[in-house]
């Protein structure tokens, strides 16, 4: 955990200290229920909380200071050290800023609609094999979980990944402005959180910020077979490595065997092939992989460095995570969901071999604003023409996909409507025995986790 300078986060931030200034900082905060003892604490406000009202419960639990808005008034009989400034969300900001420039390590953002906190994990995880390395914690990937991030990374780092995540336009720019990006890498378009956008071509323009933001001298890695891949290539001051699934890319896919989980990449400039078991199942993530292959190249590791990494990768909790349940395959998909998401990873279930039947485990996904109807109903179509055992919905919003499957031919009897997680774990107890998969996927307020929690009690 990084250590501050309290003179220095006060230029940083442009506040002062009042009425003194603490003689320690070890990391930063902005949660009461996970501060550590040393750690500064910054009182952000939300849409539902104040974090000035749980200031005394941040210093009870060993806060060493606090950053807050200077026209609030504190009332403190134990001379809190109160670092006061215009805005405590820009003054984190600011000093995240500041730090990262202080650090001086190479820094690689990864943006996308899909697959970017994998690309991002990989990529981090073989690169730590070989210099000291930070990246994003967890899914922090917004204006406040950025800088916190940020804030985390040690200074002997050298290099940085860093994830960057949106629903409304000008974010991404906002975040490349904390971040300051050398490298950057767009993982896909499509239509997630279309609600605040006007379309698809309009998240295009927002995840091309992004290249916008790169030094002549840093690196853009992009997919050569998206859709906007020539409209992302004429923005990027920097150079452009491509990926590919079959063109002829600077690092392209030759071969995927599911059954052997093996996959050979062909790297165009020294005209190897790079042979390496994947961790994770599906074409999608085979290309996840490849923007990893290419980042680590280009960053100059060798390949047994980068076979080892992949093959020793851990996926995020809910991504893919499998359990085996009374001898029932249980995938848990749920950790986030979008039109693009959910194709890819139900045709990659749909590819998984199993003893007994399949069933699928869906449920809303989120701000897809006036299209939300109709990305259902698609979905429920693209299901339908599948040989699938079972399809359980959860939810109102859901109702639709089960509507969309019957019209693409998926029988009526085998369709499932639940109301709630509940519901939908005392339907599978019922339905399904050993040998059998189920799949779960849905955007995060769906919390599906909690049918796997339930069917396990049951």
Request: glycine letters at 8%; charged letters at 25%.
């Amino acid at each position: 955990m990084p250590t501050f300078s309290p003179v220095q986060l006060a230029e940083w931030s442009g506040g002062i200290w009042n009425p003194v200034n603490p003689e320690h900082i070890e990391g930063i905060s902005h949660d009461t229920r996970t501060i550590a003892r040393g750690n500064l604490y910054f009182a952000l406000k939300g849409k539902n909380f104040d974090g000035h009202d749980f200031i005394k419960t941040a210093f009870d639990k060993g806060a060493c200071g606090a950053v807050v808005k200077k026209t609030k008034k504190i009332n403190s009989k134990n001379q809190w050290p109160l670092l006061q400034v215009d805005d405590p969300e820009k003054a984190l900001r600011d000093i995240a800023s500041a730090y990262r420039r202080e650090v001086g390590a190479e820094i690689i953002a990864v943006t996308g609609s899909a697959g970017k906190s994998t690309v991002k994990e990989m990529t981090a995880h073989i690169l730590s094999a070989s210099t000291p390395s930070a990246s994003t914690r967890g899914n922090w990937n917004n204006a406040i979980g950025l800088p916190l991030s940020l804030l985390s990374m040690e200074r002997s780092s050298k290099v940085g990944v860093f994830e960057l995540g949106m629903n409304h336009p000008g974010e991404v720019s906002n975040l490349c402005d904390i971040l300051q990006p050398d490298w950057g890498i767009i993982t896909n378009v499509g239509p997630v959180h279309i609600e605040f956008f006007d379309s698809i071509e309009a998240i295009a323009n927002e995840k091309a910020s992004l290249l916008k933001s790169l030094p002549k001298d840093g690196v853009a890695i992009l997919c050569a077979d998206g859709g906007f891949f020539e409209f992302f290539k004429s923005l990027s001051p920097s150079s452009v490595i491509t990926v590919s699934a079959g063109r002829n890319a600077d690092y392209t896919c030759i071969q995927r065997d599911q059954l052997k989980k093996e996959v050979v990449v062909n790297e165009k400039h020294t005209g190897d092939n790079f042979i390496f078991r994947t961790v994770l199942p599906g074409a999608h993530n085979v290309m996840n992989a490849m923007f990893a292959i290419a980042a680590a190249r280009t960053y100059g590791m060798n390949w047994n460095q980068i076979k080892t990494g992949l093959e020793t990768y851990t996926p995020l909790p809910m991504r893919w995570e499998e359990k085996d349940i009374r001898g029932i395959k249980v995938i848990n998909d749920a950790y986030n969901a979008n039109p693009l998401s959910m194709r890819v990873a139900i045709q990659t279930f749909g590819e998984e071999k199993v003893k007994g039947n399949k069933w699928l485990v869906l449920s809303a996904m989120l701000e897809l604003g006036d299209q939300e109807m109709a990305e259902h109903i698609s979905l429920g179509e693209f299901i339908g023409g599948k040989n699938w055992t079972g399809l359980i919905v959860v939810g109102k919003i859901a109702e639709h996909i089960a509507n969309g499957a019957e019209d693409g031919g998926f029988e009526k009897k085998r369709v499932f409507r639940c109301k709630n997680n509940t519901e939908a774990a005392s339907l599978l107890a019922d339905k399904i025995k050993a040998g059998d998969a189920v799949f779960l996927k849905a955007s995060r307020g769906m919390h599906l986790e909690e049918i796997v929690e339930e069917f396990q009690r049951q």
